[in-house]
């Protein structure tokens, strides 16, 4: 029986999906990929799971594409299909659940994909990062999709056609990152943000998620018809109804009861 490169465990309201293959470093193998997209699924399908943290262990986040592999399968990738990058990519940006990455290392490459289609990142500050895809011959083409949002047009380019290194403070300062701290820090750093995203709705969060994905690409007449009808279904909603009680009541709603204030 092979081991499991991937781990999940659900716990107060947190499901943690955990790399662990530090032998290569995390590197996105089949397998890996496999137990990750394997893993994803059970916990947005999992009711106790209102939000994602993805973590590793070992001292490398995630270095990108298995190479080795790719080497011995004549050099293909496995971007699409079952376990592969693609439906990783789409599953974790197009979740309901807000998923935060956890970043305790050097990334690199397709690792910086998987990052960047996280809606939250906190990482240590000694951290690296790169595209060194242009380096060894390849593009950083199917992780560009989640990318270049994060990055905009400018520095995606600086950084795809250098494969230069940029350290954590960088990684902030672009957007590719919500905070660098200390690695004796990063649990707290994580936690400020998890506590503050379990006093949310779910529902909420949602579509909290969803106007940050789709708002920026709609034409602003079509934006605010949408928007304007979000809007009237939230307010109607049974999650609005118990919010506002709770408000007046001074109490905390349902779905918060026994977060701190």
């Excluded at 209102?50 to 004549?74: H, Q, S, W, Y």
């Excluded at 690409?217 to 049974?238: I, K």
Aim: hydrophobic share 45%.
């Amino acid at each position: 029986m092979s081991e499991e490169l991937v781990h999940l465990e659900v716990a107060d309201g947190i499901a943690t999906i955990t790399l662990d293959s530090p032998a290569n470093r995390n590197a996105l193998s089949r397998a890996l990929m496999g137990g990750l997209e394997q893993h994803l699924e059970t916990a947005l399908n999992d009711e106790r799971a209102r939000l994602i943290v993805l973590t590793n262990t070992g001292p490398v986040f995630c270095a990108g594409a298995d190479l080795k592999e790719m080497r011995g399968a004549g050099g293909t990738s496995r971007g699409a299909g079952p376990g592969g990058l693609v439906t990783i990519l789409k599953r974790i940006w197009h979740s309901p659940t807000p998923v935060i990455a956890r970043v305790g290392g050097p990334t690199r490459a397709g690792g910086i994909g998987l990052i960047a289609a996280c809606d939250m990142a906190v990482a240590t500050d000694d951290a690296t990062f790169a595209f060194s895809e242009v380096r060894l011959g390849l593009i950083p083409a199917i992780i560009s999709v989640v990318v270049l949002p994060k990055l905009g047009i400018t520095k995606g380019m600086e950084f795809f056609l250098t494969g230069d290194t940029f350290d954590a403070p960088e990684a902030v300062r672009l957007g590719l990152l919500n905070d660098a701290v200390p690695v004796g820090r990063l649990d707290a750093a994580t936690s400020r943000y998890t506590d503050s995203i379990l006093k949310g709705a779910p529902g909420a969060l949602a579509g909290c998620k969803r106007l940050v994905r789709e708002v920026p690409g709609m034409d602003m007449d079509d934006a605010f018809v949408q928007t304007s009808e979000w809007t009237a279904g939230y307010f109607a909603s049974e999650e609005a109804r118990e919010g506002m009680a709770a408000f007046a009541q001074k109490r905390p709603p349902r779905w918060a009861e026994g977060s701190d204030d």
